[in-house]
Nanobody
Framework: QLQLVESGGGLVQPGGSLRLSCAASGFTLDYYVIGWFRQAPGKEREGVSCISSTDANTYYADSVKGRFTISRDNAKNTVYLQMNSLKPEDTAVYYC???????????????????WGQGTQVTVSS
């Protein structure tokens, strides 16, 4: 059974860093497009960062460019989201998701992903 489990969320002060992990079981991440998404209270789920199966293509939302980095460790079957210079507006539940095929020009659209983790809360506050 395909399963994704996020970890690494928590409470951090503005300017701080967190690294989220997304561990996969039941399938091999190598062949999948992987995405990190977030949803804040009262807002729609949005794509934060996504990476193609070959790692040749990545997407970052404008709001996180230069601060967040997505990466994968195929040996550990895990994808990471390194988040630096965190801001209060980054506060949300963060989800990872996987999909076998996604159109490159729609690399990070939540509705195009079929397998989701349960989410991890990130709170940025002083």
């Amino acid at each position: 059974q395909l399963q994704l489990v996020e970890s690494g969320g928590g409470l951090v002060q503005p300017g701080g860093s967190l690294r989220l992990s997304c561990a996969a079981s039941g399938f091999t991440l190598d062949y999948y497009v992987i995405g990190w998404f977030r949803q804040a209270p009262g807002k729609e789920r949005e794509g934060v960062s996504c990476i193609s199966s070959t790692d040749a293509n990545t997407y970052y939302a404008d709001s996180v460019k230069g601060r967040f980095t997505i990466s994968r460790d195929n040996a550990k079957n895990t994808v990471y989201l390194q988040m630096n210079s965190l801001k209060p507006e980054d506060t949300a539940v963060y989800y990872c998701a996987a999909e076998l095929q996604v159109l490159l020009h729609r690399l990070c659209v939540p509705g195009d992903f079929g397998s989701w983790g349960q989410g991890t809360q990130v709170t940025v506050s002083s």
